[in-house]
């Protein structure tokens, strides 16, 4: 089985790296204005792997960031996954154009998951889905309104589509340094034959270190934002965690 991955995240909000509490646009603090420039620093600490949101996109419903994201793509190597805003096929086709290597879906997968299939289809190993939760039901539109889905639910309607990962949010818990609801990511791991990625509340070693617990080898991996921006976890001492050296 391959180590699991931890993914470094840059969420982007008026061209800045920005991280938010619970979910909140009025309550973003800065980490860095050169977007490029951090994912130049993700790589060099040694990630293999770069999460990236346009937070303005994804209650736009388009691509506010996205000179952003093009100078992301333009000072990395990693392969980039890309969410926020993505909501017709064409959005779709334009990002993995660029060179992102996987595209999330969220808001649209609630609310047309034909088109998510569609997508499946025509562009294999590159589509996943973002399952964000609020209070145990999905929620859409940047997290500003919750339908009435469960994140199991909705991930069994894709669970023939060829979707290549489940990213999965516990926006209770996001940017404000809780720990990982490892419960109910967990939980919707084993309901569903696609790989899952933990996301929102990892705070500390402690996550790092329950990654590699025999329950939560099934995920794919984690996000992490405001425990690296803000120290809270050593680059070099989790990427030794997660490839078994002590």
């Known amino acids: ?83 926020g805003g993505i909501r017709t096929l064409d959005h779709v086709r334009y990002w ?44 859409v539109e940047g997290w500003a309104e919750t339908s009435e889905l469960t994140g199991v639910e909705l991930a069994a309607r894709f669970e023939d589509a060829g979707v290549a990962a489940i990213i999965y949010t516990d926006i209770d818990r996001d940017g404000v340094l809780a720990g990982i609801n490892w419960e109910s990511t967990i939980q919707l791991a084993n309901s569903t034959p696609i790989p899952v990625i933990a996301s929102g509340g990892l705070a500390s070693m402690d996550d790092i270190n329950r990654m590699i617990e025999p329950d939560a080898l099934i995920l794919e991996g984690a996000i992490s934002g405001r425990a690296l921006y803000d120290g809270r976890i050593n680059a070099d001492a989790a990427l030794a965690v997660l490839r078994g050296e002590n």
């Open 1 to 83: 089985m391959a180590d699991p991955i931890l993914f470094p995240a840059i969420d982007l909000k008026g061209g800045e790296c920005v991280r938010l509490k619970l979910g909140d646009m009025d309550q973003a603090t800065v980490y860095n204005t050169d977007p490029a420039a951090q994912a130049r620093s993700f790589q060099g600490q040694g990630f293999r792997y770069l999460h990236v949101v346009d937070l303005d996109g994804a209650f736009a419903g388009e691509a506010v960031n996205g000179a952003a994201v093009e100078a992301i793509l333009g000072a990395t190597t990693n392969p980039v996954q890309l969410g």
């Open 96 to 139: 993995l154009g660029k060179g992102i290597a996987r595209v999330i879906l969220g808001t649209i997968a609630v609310r047309d998951p034909e088109l998510v299939k569609q997508a499946c289809a025509l562009f294999p190993g590159q589509i996943a889905v973002g399952i964000d939760a609020k209070g145990g039901k999905v929620a």
